[in-house]
């Protein structure tokens, strides 16, 4: 792997003021010198289909494709929906889980973090979008975890994570991540 290992960041929601959309950002910022997180947007993937597929990926899928193809390693930052992973992030998974047998995600260091606005912080989101990852045979690194609970409260109105303890264990977080990514 070269020197620096370059991660695409997806998030789970498509709101443009998303706490995990904020998340991805300071994890970008507070990346250590050898991790370069950039984020990689999929509101623009559709509906997974089949019979569209037959007819190959759409544009926004091969470009997710690609991207994740080309990247070192992934990031996830999803919000819990109704106690599991949001429709739109698992969508945006199913399409490039194909081919199966070798899907870009294979043997692909990811990281998970979400927050959310309750006090669980999406810990019943991770475990779930864990077994899909191991669905795909991705490296889900398994610890520290991110979970930012009542997040309203760890972010300012401009969207910058206010939160110092946060902040910290987010930064060892991506510390933690680019030693596993440089594993593989
Ligand atoms: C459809 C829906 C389901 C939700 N389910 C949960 C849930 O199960 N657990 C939870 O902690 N928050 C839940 N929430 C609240 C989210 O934590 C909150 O909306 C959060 O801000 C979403 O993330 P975002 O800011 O990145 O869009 C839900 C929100 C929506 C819209």
Not at 77 to 102: C, H, M, Q, T
Not at 121 to 145: I, S
Request: hydrophobic share 45%; with cysteine.
């Amino acid at each position: 792997m070269a020197a620096t290992v370059r991660v695409i960041g997806i998030v789970g929601s498509l709101r443009a003021a998303s706490y995990n959309g904020w998340l991805l950002h300071a994890a970008a910022e507070l990346a250590p010198p050898g991790l370069t997180i950039v984020p990689f947007g999929i509101a623009e993937i559709p509906l997974y289909n089949q019979d569209v597929e037959a007819q190959g990926d759409p544009a926004p899928v091969a470009a997710l494709r690609a991207a994740v193809r080309d990247a070192d390693a992934v990031l996830i930052a999803s919000p819990e929906f109704n106690y599991g992973v949001p429709g739109v992030l698992k969508n945006a998974i199913d399409w490039i889980s194909r081919p199966p047998g070798r899907p870009p995600l294979q043997r692909k260091p990811v990281a998970i973090m979400g927050a959310s606005q309750g006090g669980s912080g999406t810990m019943r989101m991770q475990p779930q979008l864990r077994m899909t990852l191991q669905a795909l045979e991705a490296y889900a690194m398994p610890k520290p975890e991110v979970v930012v609970p009542f997040c309203k409260d760890k972010f300012d109105a401009e969207g910058r994570l206010t939160d110092e303890k946060t902040r910290e264990h987010l930064t060892g977080f991506l510390a933690a991540f680019l030693d596993w990514s440089r594993r593989f």
